[in-house]
């Protein structure tokens, strides 16, 4: 959304992900992900199941810890290990402000291009209360909900995926 505001030029279409243009405040979740993202670079692991095995220990949904896996990459170092792909040092430091979004008045940034809105039903980040702000920052955005919590696209994969290719379909005629 930042990138579309800032630079619309840069942006045909935007998909946002169950978030919204305000800040947000996180769940305990994220500061617990963070933990067993730091445990997992700790212990050097080789394997993703061990990695999988791990994060199991700050979160039982396997889809949640797959989608938080993907940015698990091999390091360029001789030990094979995995790593995250962004630092997760740099994560923590951020995580305090990491939901605030950076522009305030919808009379001076807007985005005039399609926009999809996607918001899990059971999540808590795009309430109905915020659907005008929307409109002003974005107003040719469309709001598709999604049966599923924050973590849409592992939660709920194949309905994530049918409501993106059908927004830029149509986009495309």
């Not at 933990?35 to 949640?64: C, H, N, Y």
């Not at 740099?90 to 402000?97: F, K, M, P, T, V």
């Not at 973590?151 to 993106?164: H, I, Q, Y």
Request: charge should be negative; glycine fraction near 4%.
């Amino acid at each position: 959304m930042a990138v579309a505001l800032r630079s619309p030029h840069l942006v045909k279409n935007l998909v946002s992900v169950d978030n919204a243009p305000v800040d947000a405040a996180l769940r305990s979740d994220f500061a617990n992900y963070l933990k067993g993202m730091q445990k997992i670079e700790a212990r050097q692991v080789t394997k993703r199941s061990e990695a999988d095995e791990i994060l199991k220990e700050f979160e039982e949904s396997l889809p949640i810890r797959q989608f938080l896996l993907t940015n698990l990459v091999r390091s360029s170092e001789d030990s094979g290990a995995y790593k995250f792909r962004i630092p997760v040092g740099i994560l923590a430091s951020a995580l305090e402000n990491i939901a605030d979004f950076p522009f305030r008045n919808p009379d001076i940034s807007r985005y005039e291009k399609p926009a999809l809105f996607l918001r899990g039903t059971k999540s808590h980040y795009v309430p109905d209360d915020v659907i005008p702000l929307i409109g002003r920052f974005f107003p040719r955005f469309q709001l598709k909900d999604i049966e599923a919590g924050h973590w849409l696209v592992s939660e709920n994969p194949e309905a994530f995926r049918t409501a993106v290719v059908e927004f830029l379909e149509a986009e495309e005629e």
